[in-house]
């Protein structure tokens, strides 16, 4: 009975994960044909005009045939597609011209993927989380000289005779190319303006997934050439070929060939300069795969082929679609909430770093298993570093970043504020002197307003930042990440007092030794320098005090929630998503903050001190980006008023 039990439970979590197969040839017959290129523009035509939420065409442009290179977005409100929370996956095919089963199978994913939308949960759920690009044909003119054969090369080339397989720019060398044939740079343009996060480039010829590096100079074709992210891109092109029907098999190979899973490294099985899939990697932060789809690049039996390419992929393709959603993802903002691009993220340990490349500041960091550092800079902001970063298998880490100007004029008003409480502090002076002058004179019986004067007036050792403490005024419910359960700072160890005894919330970066990861992902030993520093460094000096103890930081308790995300979220998605949060716990602790917190937070604060030990880990945002600007923003704006 156990072992039934546990039978119909594993069935049941594989029918969850898994899209319900449907052939849209069945309903398109057209699809199983070797279609032309105005086919393409006009069923691309009829998917928007049937799907307007769900689908936006484009077209990179003429090639030098006069054909449209004809390009779909397929996504659930595609019109603001651009400014989504949501990673792009970029699927092209038909490179080389001669090499059409990826013709085939991407027309039926646009299909599958339009008219599935609401009656399939899995194809709703990626469609809420993901955004495809496809690109049946990106060498249009090719196809229209090719014909059917196995291992012909007419209508690999472009019209003007350019390989675009070799055509793009390479990062191993340097000077001008002699040429670049129009639909290369038709896709170069195009990666800049789609940032996406994965990709895949579909030809023919073998049967396998193939992954970077594709060349190296300084090592020989066929031997291995591991990119920084090695392991990584053995693990996607394994999740493309394992779900392939075929691909993994050693007898579905082609002649020769020896891939053990069905995967292969690039440079392993044979050099290639200026490829895309590198450039893509290299440049874009693009993780691309190349994958060829069958042994004969151009078989007579269209019917067959493009039935047989579309059961065989079906899964694949799909399971490759979810990874995009796995790792960490974040958004970038600065001190005022507005967002970053063109910041660099850097993880530890691996040399590849990305850029913010989505216009609202979101990025995506495919990754693996594992615990990372995470780095967020960019010239004229210190840098911020996240450590101890958790990622679990098939779900993704928020993790965002906000980060503070150098520049006055950006945000970094520390003397400034400085300035401003001198001038306060010696109006006030002036003030206080002035009130209790005329109180004694009028002889007011309100002895304790007198005696607040004079030690107003008098105390000369009162710190420059001493204030009146009206910080029980302040509602801490209302900051943080905007929901009232107060996601602003961690408070708990040992309390700092303030200049009047009572415990102070203390923010000088003085208190707390360095937490840096450099921008290479390597660790420091808190030494720091003008490339290279804590964000303490730029928060303004001690002056709120209240009730609440000293920051004190450590990894909390990760938030596991599963499929399907409110659509409230910030970070919603259909996949499992893991979100960094934070708290804020006074020195009682209510009860709503002690339910956040577990066993593993309380080990921390009774090993944890101010000696700066390992439990001091890095400073956690809440995952509202703009919610944490708010709460520094109170925090600096209350010392310009009680100061």
Request: aromatic content about 10%; some cysteine; glycine content about 8%.
């Amino acid at each position: 009975m156990t072992l039934i039990t546990a039978a119909l439970v594993f069935l049941a979590v594989v029918r969850s994960n898994a899209f319900e197969f449907w052939d849209p040839a069945e309903e398109y017959p057209g699809l199983n044909t070797y279609f032309d290129n105005d086919f393409i523009g006009s069923s691309f035509s009829d998917l928007q005009k049937d799907y307007p939420n769900l689908v936006k065409i484009s077209s990179l442009g003429k090639t030098p045939g006069e054909n449209e290179m004809h390009e779909i977005t397929i996504t659930s409100d595609v019109s603001s597609w651009q400014t989504a929370n949501k990673p792009s996956v970029k699927y092209v095919a038909n490179m080389h011209g001669n090499e059409i089963r990826g013709r085939g199978l991407l027309m039926k994913l646009a299909y599958f993927l339009s008219t599935q939308y609401d009656s399939d949960q899995d194809v709703m759920d990626i469609l809420d989380a993901t955004v495809f690009h496809l690109i049946p044909t990106i060498n249009p003119d090719g196809f229209d000289e090719a014909y059917p054969s196995c291992s012909g090369v007419r209508g690999r080339y472009t019209s003007d005779g350019t390989d675009m397989n070799r055509d793009f720019p390479s990062h191993w060398f340097s000077g001008i190319r002699v040429k670049t044939a129009e639909e290369t740079q038709m896709i170069k343009d195009y990666a800049k303006k789609v940032p996406a996060v994965m990709g895949i480039s579909f030809h023919d010829g073998a049967l396998v997934t193939n992954y970077p590096w594709d060349g190296v100079p300084d090592i020989n074709s066929g031997i291995y050439a591991a990119s920084p992210d090695d392991s990584l891109f053995i693990s996607m092109a394994k999740t493309y070929s394992l779900n392939h029907k075929q691909m993994y098999k050693p007898s579905a190979q082609c002649g020769h060939d020896d891939f053990k899973d069905g995967i292969t490294n690039g440079n392993k099985w044979y050099k290639v300069y200026n490829g895309m899939q590198d450039w893509n990697y290299f440049y874009n932060d693009c993780f691309e795969v190349t994958i060829e789809l069958g042994c004969c690049k151009y078989p007579t039996d269209a019917a067959s082929t493009y039935s047989n390419v579309w059961s065989d992929n079906f899964d694949s393709i799909l399971a490759f679609s979810k990874l995009a959603n796995y790792g960490i993802k974040g958004r970038v903002t600065d001190f005022k909430g507005s967002p970053m691009t063109g910041v660099t993220i850097t993880v530890s340990g691996v040399s590849k770093t990305i850029k913010v490349r989505h216009p609202e500041g979101y990025f995506w960091r495919p990754l693996l298993k594992g615990t990372y550092n995470i780095s967020a800079s960019k010239p004229g902001y210190y840098p911020l570093s996240r450590r101890n970063i958790e990622v679990m298998e098939n779900e993704s880490t928020v993790v965002p970043f906000i980060l503070i100007a150098k520049n006055p004029s950006q945000g970094h008003f520390r003397d400034e504020a400085r300035k401003e409480n001198n001038t306060n502090e010696q109006n006030s002076s002036v003030e206080d002197e002035n009130t209790e002058r005329e109180d004694e004179n009028e002889n007011v019986e309100d002895n304790e307003s007198i005696d607040k004067s004079k030690n107003m007036d008098g105390n000369k050792d009162v710190d420059e930042n001493d204030s009146v403490d009206d910080s029980e005024n302040v509602d801490y419910n209302d900051i943080g990440d905007g929901t009232g359960n107060g996601s602003a700072w961690v408070g708990e160890g040992p309390e700092r007092e303030g200049p009047g005894g009572e415990p102070e919330f203390a923010v000088d970066p003085t208190d707390f030794p360095p937490d840096i990861v450099d921008l290479k992902g390597e660790e420091t030993d808190g030494t720091e320098n003008e490339n290279q520093m804590s964000v303490w460094t730029d928060l303004p000096p001690p002056a709120v005090r209240s009730k609440f103890t000293r920051p004190h930081s450590f990894s909390l308790p990760l938030t596991t929630t599963s499929s399907p995300f409110s659509p409230s979220n910030l970070y919603s998605s259909p996949f499992t998503t893991v979100i960094i949060d934070t708290v804020l716990r006074n020195d009682e602790g209510t009860p709503e903050d002690e339910d956040r917190i577990d066993n593993e937070t309380e080990n921390r604060d009774e090993n944890g001190g101010e000696d700066g030990s390992e439990d001091d880990e890095i400073l956690n945002y809440s995952s509202d980006s703009n919610s944490s600007a708010i709460v520094l923003a109170l925090l600096l704006s209350a010392a310009f008023i009680l100061c």
